[in-house]
T-cell receptor, first 112, second 114 residues
């Protein structure tokens, strides 16, 4: 268990509003990831980070931005939420030594 | 185009019998494969993995088989238990790709009936 927490766990917001999701880890893992899970799509990578201030885009990055100002925190921001961003968002961490990733409990986001 | 495919959305098995979950991939550069298990309202948890240099890896009731020529892997659970009921995701990582980036299949929902 990598000691990963996500906040908030649930959020309902309106179209056009900004939203920030937070991921916090206590394991000092170098890599952090944001995924979204949607029915019929499995888990899709949004953005990832390979170190403080080092981030890159994943498969479905449009409409999302991220920031990592310290090792333990990885923020996902929806600048202007849309209904297509209604999803369950998972944060994960990983190390340079293995391929395994450790997932947080998820954030259910509903955009109305 | 899907690089990792789990063609069975669901599977139902009787308790005590074998569960076989299948996964196909298209990218020959994948060199490491993982299975994750996910319960409702929880994050996925790592179950078992296999490197492309092996064809089998076993951990208790769970065994993963890799057939590189067929680009196919399978997860065997023996014996199946009701607590194994969950969604199982197959994932793959590419040799030389961005460190640790995993490509996931869409998942197979396993139901183990008592």
């Amino acid at each position: 268990d990598a000691g990963i927490t996500q906040s908030p766990r649930h959020k309902v917001t309106e179209t056009g509003t900004p939203v920030t999701l937070r991921c916090h880890q206590t394991e000092n893992h170098r890599y952090m990831y944001w995924y979204r899970q949607d029915p019929g799509h499995g888990l899709r990578l949004i953005h990832y980070s390979y170190g403080v201030k080092d981030t890159d885009k994943g498969e479905v990055s449009d409409g999302y931005s991220v920031s990592r100002s310290k090792t333990e925190d990885f923020l996902l921001t929806l600048e202007s939420a849309t209904s297509s961003q209604t999803s369950v968002y998972f944060c994960a961490t990983g190390t340079a030594e293995t391929y395994e990733q450790y997932f947080g409990p998820g954030t259910r986001l509903t955009v109305t | 185009d899907q690089q990792v495919k789990q063609n069975s959305p669901s599977l139902s098995v009787q308790e005590g019998r074998i569960s076989i979950l299948n996964c196909d991939y298209t990218n020959s550069m994948f060199d490491y494969f993982l299975w994750y298990k996910k319960y409702p309202a929880e994050g996925p948890t790592f179950l078992i993995s296999i490197s492309s240099i092996k064809d089998k890896n076993e951990d208790g009731r769970f065994t993963v088989f890799l057939n590189k020529s067929a680009k196919h892997l399978s997860l065997h659970i023996v014996p199946s238990q009701p607590g194994d009921s969950a969604v199982y995701f197959c994932a793959a990582s590419e040799l030389g790709g961005s460190q640790g980036n995993l490509i996931f299949g869409k998942g197979t929902k396993l139901s183990v009936k008592p």
